[in-house]
């Protein structure tokens, strides 16, 4: 069974970084796309960035230059490197995974359909204030 745990969130101003963690267990970083996903409050979910087993990685525009998502398979880890927050980055972040994407359906999930991922995490809150 997969399960995804994150850690990290928090409360900072805007400018600051925080790095997001997510330990994965039950799935191999052999198979499909990793991302990380995000819900503001009264707003749909999003994705924010992707990573498949190829290497390749996916960003949504806003967040270009200044999220960085990794893996770690040796620690069945993904994280999220945020630097330069701003207030609109406020959001509740998820991990997610799924083993059935190519690397253009992984592109398409994190940026266009975040329904197409199967795994989930519960989410780790992120705050940003002015």
């Known amino acids: 069974q997969v399960q995804l745990v994150e850690s990290g969130g928090g409360s900072v101003q805007s400018e600051e970084s925080l790095r997001l963690s997510c330990i994965v267990s039950?799935?191999?970083?052999?198979?499909?796309?990793l991302g990380w996903f995000r819900q503001a409050p009264g707003k749909e979910r999003e994705g924010v960035a992707g990573?498949?087993?190829?290497?390749?990685?996916y960003y949504t525009d806003s967040v270009k230059d200044r999220f960085t998502i990794s893996q770690d398979s040796a620690k069945n880890t993904l994280y999220l490197q945020m630097n330069n927050l701003k207030p609109e980055d406020t959001a509740m972040y998820y991990c997610?995974?799924?083993?059935?994407?190519?690397?253009?359906?992984?592109?398409?999930?994190?940026?266009?359909?975040?329904?197409?991922?199967?795994?989930w995490g519960k989410g780790t809150l992120v705050l940003v204030s002015t």
């Open positions: 997610a995974a799924t083993s059935r994407a190519g690397a253009d359906e992984c592109a398409w999930f994190v940026t266009r359909e975040y329904q197409g991922m199967d795994y």
């Open positions: 039950g799935y191999t970083f052999r198979r499909g796309c």
């Open positions: 990573i498949h087993v190829d290497g390749s990685t």
